[in-house]
Nanobody, 127 residues
């Protein structure tokens, strides 16, 4: 398993932008598919975005398509989530997740697809 640490969360106004980062330990990062999930108070953890080990394939929740972009830098063992046009409903704790040799679904990923998780970073969007 890899150890994951998220960073980049914060408080901002609606319409703003933010980039989250997730740094992974280990020398096998390039074999892991990566994902971002979020969880708002009182709600279940929901899928946001995922990226294949090579970065060649991505998958997004409908609620963030066109606004969020997931990317990775295997040389830096890091995956990013660029978030634009943020809305108050994007407020949540954002979690990074990893799974070796992950196969992306055609639909939303689910938490059980991933075996490693970070502790999360808070994103708060005010109206």
């Amino acid at each position: 398993q890899v150890q994951l640490v998220e960073s980049g969360g914060g408080l901002l106004q609606a319409g703003g932008s933010l980039r989250l980062s997730c740094s992974a330990s280990g020398r096998t990062f390039s074999s892991y598919g990566m994902g971002w999930f979020r969880q708002a108070p009182g709600k279940e953890r929901e899928f946001v975005a995922a990226i294949s080990w090579s970065g060649g394939n991505t998958n997004y929740a409908d609620s963030v398509k066109g606004r969020f972009t997931i990317s990775r830098d295997n040389a830096k063992n890091t995956v990013y989530l660029e978030m634009n046009s943020l809305k108050p409903e994007d407020t949540a704790v954002y979690y990074c997740a990893a799974e070796r040799y992950l196969t992306l679904r055609t639909g939303p990923m689910v938490p059980v697809d991933f075996g490693s998780w970070g502790r999360g970073t808070q994103v708060t969007v005010s109206s």
